[in-house]
């Protein structure tokens, strides 16, 4: 099995434990910003699908700058992708991935032109991972107060092809 194969395996498989992402932009004055953000879709190359309101100041900066970064945690688990991104109009999708969760945000329903999709195709990331979660995490950190030795965490970084 490739490298590449294996990053993109790992990478699936951490996506599937978060639901929620952070996008960080680059505004014109050249600010980061950072967006909160479901995730919609997780295709098995690493891009991840979002839907946005048009008007968003994320789809401004990404419509000048598509080069993004995302973040997402939990329960001792961290991911950094970094990759470019771009607004599609496409109908047919938004309806494929509508739910009430997203009809909440977006009253109008998916015909409406105030909401797109948001894709981003992550190049880069770097993942962070203490194994058996937030007990076995408190469990490590007392353990390295107690010894003096860092504690154990899994820490890989990898590029994706573009």
């Given at each position: 099995m490739s490298d590449t194969?294996?990053?993109l395996e790992k990478l699936n498989e951490i996506l599937k434990k978060f639901r929620f992402a952070?996008?960080?932009t680059r505004a014109e004055e050249g600010d980061l910003h950072a967006h909160?953000?479901?995730v919609q879709e997780r295709e098995s190359d690493g891009d991840l699908w979002f839907i946005v309101g048009t008007h968003a100041s994320a789809v401004e900066h990404v419509r000048r700058d598509p080069k993004?970064?995302?973040s997402f945690s939990s329960d001792?688990?961290?991911l950094s992708l970094a990759g470019e991104a771009e607004v599609i109009d496409d109908t047919a999708m938004l309806k494929e991935l509508w739910s009430t969760?997203?009809?909440a945000w977006f009253p109008?329903?998916?015909e409406s032109?105030?909401?797109a999709l948001l894709k981003v195709s992550a190049l880069s990331g770097e993942y962070w991972g203490s194994a058996g979660g937030r007990v076995a995490t408190a469990i490590a950190l007392v353990t390295s107060k107690v010894t003096g030795e860092r504690p154990r965490a899994e820490n890989e970084k990898f590029d994706l092809p573009g």
């Open positions: 194969v294996a990053e952070m996008l960080t909160p953000l479901t993004v970064g995302l001792g688990l961290w969760s997203v009809e109008d329903g998916p032109p105030d909401i």
